[in-house]
């Protein structure tokens, strides 16, 4: 069936350090991936998308990686700051079925040590 | 220009009571999603709706919720004979046709 999931729960880094997240899918038909950022009491606040004919987008700081062959899309963060600090989702969409649907994973929290 | 906006911000009614959660979507969109999302939990998809139509309620629990976007007006999701599990934080989104989302800063209930 439909998933999105996220290999780890909590991801600790220094300040300074880059951040990896990761995140796997299974629905084939899925074609456009979004990264979210939500941080405590707030809604999800988009980070950066990717569609499926591309397989590296580059936005401020951030870097999505799509992998379609094994289903993995990952999030890098370049010189993680404390304000970084939030949960972390990826998202799936099947565009071309036009159903506005996304799947969400189960988040990853960030954890930032000054 | 203003993002989404949802009203309540924290809605509290007791069992049986009923809930009206309120979403102003973006200027320019035309779609709007409802999510649910329990503690600890990724948002689970819920309803999507344009403009006096609905488009997929593929994630609606069968009973008690509704949903409406109206030609005028905010979108309105509806909880009738709110049970103690219907707490949760429900966001709303907007996007023009098939582009970005957008979330709103949710409306947290609770059922006492």
């Known amino acids: 069936g439909e998933s999105v999931g996220l290999h780890l729960p909590t991801l600790s880094v220094q300040e300074g350090d880059n951040s990896i997240i990761n995140c796997a899918y299974s629905?084939?038909?899925?074609?456009?991936f979004i990264w979210y950022k939500q941080e405590s009491g707030k809604g999800p606040q988009f980070i950066i998308d990717?569609?499926?004919?591309?397989d590296k987008r580059q936005g401020q700081r951030v870097t999505v990686l799509l992998n379609k062959t094994v289903k993995h899309l990952s999030l890098q963060i370049a010189a993680t700051q404390p304000g970084d600090s939030a949960v972390y989702f990826c998202?799936?969409?099947?565009?071309?079925?036009?159903?506005?649907?996304?799947?969400f994973g189960q988040g990853t929290t960030l954890q930032v040590k000054p | 220009n203003a993002g989404v906006m949802q009203n309540p911000r924290h809605l509290v009614r007791r069992r049986g009571q009923e809930a009206r959660l309120r979403c102003s979507p973006m200027?320019?969109?035309?779609?709007v999603y409802w999510y649910r999302q329990l503690p600890e939990e990724g948002l689970k998809f819920m309803v999507y709706?344009?403009?006096?139509?609905?488009?997929?309620e593929s994630g609606m629990p069968k009973e008690r919720f509704s949903a409406e976007f109206p030609k005028e007006g905010p979108s309105i999701l509806r909880i009738q004979q709110v049970v103690r599990g219907d707490s949760a934080a429900y966001f709303c989104?907007?996007?023009?046709?098939?582009?970005?989302?957008?979330f709103g800063p949710g409306t947290r209930l609770l059922v006492l």
């Open positions: 998202a799936e969409n099947a565009i071309s079925g036009n159903t506005g649907k996304l799947i």
């Open positions: 989104a907007s996007s023009p046709p098939t582009k970005t989302q957008y």
């Open positions: 629905n084939s038909a899925s074609d456009y």
């Open positions: 200027k320019g969109h035309s779609h």
């Open positions: 709706l344009q403009k006096e139509n609905i488009i997929d």
């Open positions: 990717i569609r499926s004919n591309m």
